[in-house]
């Protein structure tokens, strides 16, 4: 009687130990399988914080690059205005100091006629050719003085363009600013043994013992 007693309790105990010891290991495999989908997470979380970090520090020195560029630009733009300016306002001021030597070398043709005594039609003659070629000169140089102008005019346009097609060339490098990259997502934990599949082994072994 005592026999089979005694191979009972010990079926029981042997058969309880394994049911504990299973669900122990498979308590211990859920919780390193968790531990492991959680420091995962949190790595791949300071990656994608240090990435945007990066990203925006990059993004930054472009702006600031930009800036720079901008500055470079319209100074250069001044240069060429200046430069367009000071070739028409050189035109301009030998127009003026040929104009006045026309019209002193007028002056100083009529006073010779007058001088010479000469009267009537030939001095007459004389100072229409003179006015005529006065009047040539003048002409010259309003055509001289409207080429200029329509240079400078067409210089400034030019430089315009350049301006507007250096400043969009420039700005293609921050047109479109950085975003952030979609945050991982978060892990599934692995739900470890429940209490109910250790009670059923208990429970079998019990059965199997009896």
């Not at 800036?67 to 630009?73: C, K, T, V």
């Not at 507007?164 to 921050?174: E, I, M, P």
Request: glycine share 8%.
């Amino acid at each position: 009687m005592c026999a089979p007693a005694a191979l009972a309790v010990a079926s029981f105990g042997a058969s309880a130990m394994g049911a504990v010891g299973q669900h122990q290991s498979a308590s211990a495999q859920a919780s390193a399988q968790n531990a492991a989908a959680t420091n995962n997470y949190k790595y791949q979380l300071k990656v994608r914080e240090r990435n945007w970090d990066n990203t925006r520090h990059v993004y930054g020195q472009k702006v600031f690059q930009y800036g720079q560029q901008l500055d470079e630009n319209s100074m250069a733009a001044a240069r060429a205005y200046s430069k367009a300016q000071l070739n028409l306002n050189e035109q301009y001021t030998k127009a003026a100091f040929k104009n006045e030597g026309n019209l002193a070398k007028l002056v100083r043709s009529r006073g010779n006629f007058a001088a010479a005594g000469r009267t009537g039609r030939s001095a007459d003659r004389l100072s229409a050719e003179q006015m005529m070629q006065f009047g040539r000169g003048q002409a010259v140089m309003a055509e001289n003085l409207m080429s200029a102008r329509n240079l400078y005019n067409s210089t400034t346009m030019d430089t315009n363009r350049e301006l507007l097609s250096a400043n969009r060339k420039a700005y293609q490098n921050v047109a479109i600013a950085p975003q952030p990259t979609v945050a991982p997502a978060p892990p599934t934990m692995m739900p470890g043994p429940s209490g109910l599949s250790l009670a059923g082994g208990l429970l079998s072994a019990g059965v199997s013992g009896f």
